[in-house]
């Protein structure tokens, strides 16, 4: 069970200082968008290459843009350990995930609510990561759309079937309340926002949702019906 904070929620101002708030966190979340593909302006390659400079973690670069196939290779070579990219955005996204992977990057596709996942279970051999937007991208803040959770369950479903170590990332309106549902539906990775940014202890929000989400996917192995008899 990852937690990867969302700065998008910090201040864009001190951000050297908002990443040292989140040490108990296993990396952090970056938020590009273009003001093109969502209708927000957060910040792009500059920022990012001063991030990976001065950020003891990795960064989990998400980008909400316009021709990823154009931009998102630059993130990976920005130092970047993740680059996501947006399905509805992508023209060639098997050729852009083998480009993300080839320069050293974690390869990710994200999915709007409403964008389907049938299509990537034949592809999911091709990424290290599939994003599933919990909200519609473009602010924090947002409420969690529990109407996609079975698609993290179809997801899940479909990865497991593959016998692939594909992780299942969940974004947009994770919290203390929201976050044992995702991690029930067999999400692993949650980005949050507003639930640690606006904590006074960002830390401890972190090590909150992580344990929350543990204990929601053991009560779920604990519920299976066993197969060992
Ligand atoms: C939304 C971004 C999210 C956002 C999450 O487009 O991709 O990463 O920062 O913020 P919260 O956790 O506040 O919903
Ligand atoms: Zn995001």
Not at 4 to 28: G, K, N
Request: hydrophobic residues 50%; negative net charge.
């Amino acid at each position: 069970m990852r937690v990867h904070p969302s700065i998008l929620s910090a201040d864009f101002t001190d951000l050297a200082a908002e990443v040292r708030r989140i040490p108990t966190a296993d990396a952090v979340h970056v938020d590009v968008m273009d003001g093109h593909f969502v209708p927000n302006l957060t910040l792009g390659l500059p920022v990012v290459e001063r991030l990976a400079q001065v950020s003891d973690l990795p960064l989990d670069c998400h980008l909400m843009v316009e021709a990823p196939d154009r931009w998102a290779p630059a993130y990976a070579e920005a130092g970047a350990a993740g680059v996501t990219f947006h399905a509805e955005a992508a023209a060639a996204p098997v050729r852009l995930a083998r480009e993300l992977r080839r320069l050293g990057a974690r390869a990710a596709v994200a999915l709007n609510p409403a964008t389907p996942v049938e299509p990537w279970v034949d592809l999911l051999g091709e990424v290290d990561m599939v994003l599933l937007m919990t909200v519609e991208p473009g602010f924090g803040g947002q409420s969690f759309l529990d109407v996609v959770l079975p698609k993290v369950r179809r997801l899940r479903a479909a990865i497991s079937a593959a016998g692939l170590p594909v992780a299942v990332q969940v974004d947009g309106g994770v919290s203390a309340e929201t976050v044992g549902r995702a991690a029930e539906a067999g999400a692993d990775v949650f980005v949050a926002g507003s639930a640690v940014y606006g904590a006074e202890d960002a830390a401890a929000a972190v090590e909150d949702l992580r344990t929350r989400a543990a204990a929601a996917a053991a009560g779920t192995a604990a519920s299976a019906p066993s197969d060992r008899g």
